[in-house]
């Protein structure tokens, strides 16, 4: 800026600041306009997802879900368009952001460490929400802790356990996801009988309990069955039964197909 | 600084240094404004967020929340404002910071992995303040370890075990936390009763033994019930029966109950 | 772009414009070949693919595949293309978009180390896919749990339970991948007869009614044959019995061996 | 150094020379300026939070401890100050720290993660100094052994185990600290009667050799008490028997009482 | 590219050009014969050891192998030096190609680490067929599953287990590899005698067995042997009796030889 | 080297190679200066520490440790002050190291991630000689190893242990040590009498002849002392006897232990 | 290379090119020397330990041994020596080495992270050669698995398992080695009698019987003692006897031991 002569040429500098405002301008212009752009191009995108999915469905729960995701989408748009600009106008006055973020590195480096388990977190979060993996009221398994959904949070899920506990779940735990809420679930019940039994008769009459049972029960989707000989010792022979039931209606059909196949059994032996 | 006849150029320092002076200047202005913004933007987020939260509950606690949440965003805050500051007034005096910084590699990297731990520890910890997941008093499970918690600091948390011990627990550790004090809890007692008694008679003998003991125990919050037969064997056949109680009285409910149910038992045999 | 004169040099700062829009120019030229030449060849390397392998097999199924793999191959080309071409355009105004993306590291490493999970899911159900390692409908067992496959994602795959609950595994929890159902399966009978019966005897006599069984199922390949003494303790004798079964009827073959094994047994010790 | 005449210019040499010498020494100033601020500070702020906690409590141990965590507060600072300081004066001499440093670069980085227990050794020890977490002669659970402590190093903590082994676990193995020397202790008896024992009247008494048993004993903070039925079965009704007692003594007086108890129940059998 | 005098002066332009254009034959020239004497180089290394190593054995297997083997360090070198070639035409026409990878970073970083277990599966792969460590056909232990070899692909191993399913595993998952079809196998039978019984007799009668069962049995390589007293308590004295049998037979002769051993022990207890 | 005329200016480059040789002899005098000062430096540390540590002890032991010890000490300094002085020679015949090694990056790379563990053994090894964790001849428990140790290297420790297996543990995978040949040892011996036997008398009969046995023992530091009741069932009362010994005399005094006691209990039984 | 006259300066262009051959003349001189001092120095290294370590021992071993660490050195030393040069060569000819490996950096930190297991065994392997730790024929445990050494590798180390089965272990697998095939070995019976047998007779008659044994076999280096009373219970007394035998000859002992011991104990009871 000083020309060799050793004078100070006014006009130089004048000129160079006269391009830097410039170049500030179509910057901040350009910026809007792409962010302009981008956030519809977001807005739109969820809107048509939106609207392709919920012709049937229950429509309350999944706006609910649709704000959530575009307000995230949308907020990560917007943060990562701020840096770069940022970054592109610290430039434009000479001042080095890779140096200031170089030397914030120690921090940087412990933090993003740090932070890692922060950000796993919310990309997990995104997806279960997304993908519709659990429902509040499901009732799952989540991390080893079985409960029923009470929140879905970016960063933690809530569940309530058989026993009143309440699971903070971070959503980086989560790996596989149970989810025991997804149509009709299966009641399983084995029986032993003694070995001296005869076993088509058992079978038969415990069929019969069963098929009486079904009829009762309108839990039942499909009627219990024996399946058969499930294993045997030299004392006792095992008896598999299933049935389809209703959702969240297994263990209480469990329960009563337990005390209706006793009862038969005790039939058997006293006969 | 040295013109190609080899006289030094006086004024040309002198205007250099000028235009270094100036800039400091600028700069300290734009460091303390930034900063005096940020720190009420920060104060006010914390100041809204506390009154939408607290019209209705026990303000005491939540204000001391309230002013460790807040002095800490405010400490990071400033602390990063301070370093980008520092590096641009070391890159105006033409002292590449980022060549220290790097030198402080070695160091620095193994410190970062050393400190990692505790950088891990104070994001858990920052978390578990906000999202409240639990409270001085509770009785919680984490890490393994139950008790009721004395402490929660941002590196370690400090829970009472049940026989006294005092457990220090890095927040790094904490996962998934389990607390025990939020809500009504389950009090659940299995009844085995031989093979020979009549599951419905013994069903009914014992629903009318708790619906009885229901009405002496105020903790009871929702009447202890016969959930019917959860397993069985060639000797026995197990009862389950539930009960919703008040908090941290479920043990207390469970052991009446049993003792209940024992005496109720007793007379199904001795009939 | 000022001279040493101190006047704009106008015809210079043209003449620069002038090539960098030349540049530009050319750029986008060699960007639209190269994305339309790697576009075919992924296309044809896919056809080519595709007719060698479904000639003889189901082809719809395979179709499906096939399009799923070609728009991630063309997709990660796009993309990585579109990078590439921006930032030489990036480059080409000066910029050092080196500077920005470094700027941007500290975020983007957190995010890297976040989002490598989802990487990972991506990476291992492209080859799931490539591969076939499992298809719809298939019974598998997937990092611990079985269950019947209902979807396969590249993010996430779903199994039904045999209880039937719904899994959502993340394809990165897959490692070994277990299908039962590619190929015949083999039910396994192991029967203990006591120390005292005559082993020859017992595994003719049994394996004759394993012959007789074999007629009368057609969901057994290979007829169930007796191996011999798998293990003998003082009151017991292990004998095994294995069968070769169409898929998915191994468990209804055990079952029924079972029960003609144990009425088998009882004429024995009846003797 | 050369101008275009091709003669050595040896005044701007000089010159050159002199302005390196005069940032030397304004360097080294400011280096020990900034050194003695920082050691003051550190100084002060020890010093303070000395006076503050230890109004009370036990001088010696305290004194040892503050001396201890100053000096490694301060010769960390000292360490890095000085780093800083070479860096900027290799810098001056036109060599460049950085390039020298990134040769180190494989041995750094190998050494680097080796040494990276050995920070992580440390930076534990720090905070379990000054949390306090531990003290000499504490009984405490670390690491998955049992013990008394010995020592407290930065590096390793010594444990003298029950059967007379020493311990030296390093700092980082040591996750959550289970203090056993903090406040009273609990004292726990299961005490199994058989099932035909009336069980109120097997409490009332049981309860009553406990209040006899806690007028003997002065190591007993809250006297035993009978919690009621923890289980039972078949055959046995387990009551529970807890005693809140003086730090350490929790062993013996469990002994004592199962003594007592064993007493008691031989009664009631007898009866 | 533009004098001081402001003209444009198209002879240096020129000159420049020729330049790079002369400097790119080079360079493709150069690009051409490295290529050609590595690929050789890599031919001639595998026809070597090809032709020292399969002298003897069974030629089709081992052509498979080297072929594929050859294909893959073929490959790797092709693309290595592709990537060589096409950095230093980038940078012959200024264009920093470490600017545009730098900027590919933050996705290359993530797919690198998804795709690190990629690379580790063909690394592993490599070796396995390289050291000949597994063939097809082979019954082996990997990854914690049993079963035949059907397919050893680089980046996945199949496995038939005994039950049927067809398990896929990646070779990164294969640490150890236990291969149960190199050599004899031995076959190992534990037999308990009732401790009352003489056990030099015992021994005696049983080795009698062995011998002559030996004889009858051509599967077996080294006649079986009591080794003597295995363990023994208040009831029982085990002993053991091991044999060296022909590969795959192994549980075969364990199952003939429990049955002669257990028809010998019927004799010496009737007498 | 050429001015604009296009002649070679002899003097300048004679000028240059003139400074290169000053700055190359200034660099080895700091070097050998450097080198000398810091090995001094670390042989009078060692010395000093040597002189305080073993006024008293073993003199032999300590000799070598110390020898070890200074000698890796003495050589990082070397090898590190080496590396720094090769890079500054480098450097100052314009050959830039930094690239160098940059390129030896990727072998860097993978070896450094190989050579970790080394390194981590040999950090490990050095802090165990440091500190004396554990001596030649000691009983020790490491890494899950019971044995003596029979040498202490750098890499490695080989114990030999109670069945004459040579176990060489490198010392990385030492975490915590448990040194059993510190000190006095504690034997441990638990008595099961039956339910019926008086306890005070069991108690007061067994102390007698503990304090009998105590006398004929010299390996008894502290007596055997009867605790008490430490468990009780239906059947049996278990009573603890614990014992003070001399070092590796532990299990000696528990089995005369065992004898004596139940010799006193048979005459209890017999009473 | 071209003034601002615009004409071509052919002299400057030979006269650089001039110095870059002189350049690379000297430094492949420098290359010849370094490398050949190198090796020489390895080779002497090499030879010197190896004179010292077999004045004594069997020497085909232990040369094998030596050729092949001395080669390993030999290629790690010349391929680090050709990659340094390489780059300097690059390095003179314009071409930035460093821009071309970070353009590989993508592909090789993917191959980096894949191969570190690679060069793990690597390390590993050259570790145990070194401090032959295991030698072929030792019988060992390694990784979990048992066996005799077949072949021991630079990356895999072969066992032959007892049943036959031949494992290939990864060597970064081999943690701790535990060596059989180190010295003599110990054998252990545990002997169980019943309570009511005198104690102090059984030892006597057990130890008679230990010492006729001891003569009638040469593998006993130390004469088998019975230690006394290891545990006791409500039925039986556990004594225990050790024996020190030669190598690979305990499980033989023991067998022989237990039958000698079982006679001893049938003579005892039918007292």
């Given at each position: ?219 039942i989707i499909e009627g219990p069955d024996v399946l058969g000989v499930e294993s045997f010792d030299s004392s006792n022979v095992v008896l598999r039964v299933i049935c389809k039931t209703k959702n969240m ?23």
């Amino acid at each position: 800026m000083i020309d060799w002569i050793g004078q100070v040429n006014w006009m130089q500098i004048l000129f160079n600041w006269g391009i830097v405002v410039v170049k500030l301008i179509v910057l901040i212009i350009i910026y809007l306009i792409v962010k302009s752009i981008g956030q519809r191009a977001i807005h739109k995108a969820f809107e048509r997802k939106h609207n392709q999915e919920n012709s049937v469905k229950d429509d309350t729960i999944s706006l609910g879900r649709k704000k959530t995701l575009q307000s995230i989408a949308s907020n990560i748009f917007s943060y990562f368009l701020l840096f770069v600009f940022l970054g592109i106008v610290f430039e434009l006055f000479g001042l080095d952001i890779k140096a200031l973020l170089a030397g914030a590195g120690i921090i940087g480096l412990a933090i993003g460490f740090g932070a890692q388990g922060l950000v796993s977190d919310v990309v997990t979060g995104f997806f279960i929400l997304l993908e519709k993996q659990i429902d509040v009221d499901d009732y799952v398994t989540l991390a080893g802790y079985d409960g029923i959904v009470e929140e879905i949070g970016l960063r933690t899920t809530k569940l309530r356990g058989f026993d009143g506990t309440l699971y903070y779940i971070p959503n980086r735990e989560i790996g596989s996801v149970s989810n025991h809420s997804r149509g009709n679930m299966q009641a399983l019940v084995d029986i032993a009988i003694t070995c001296d039994t005869n076993i088509d008769e058992a079978i038969r009459t415990m069929q019969q309990a069963c098929d009486t049972f079904a009829l009762t029960e309108n839990a039942i989707i499909e009627g219990p069955d024996v399946l058969g000989v499930e294993s045997f010792d030299s004392s006792n022979v095992v008896l598999r039964v299933i049935c389809k039931t209703k959702n969240m209606e297994q263990w209480n059909i469990e329960r009563k197909l337990r005390k209706v196949l006793k009862e038969v059994l005790d039939e058997i032996k006293s006969d």
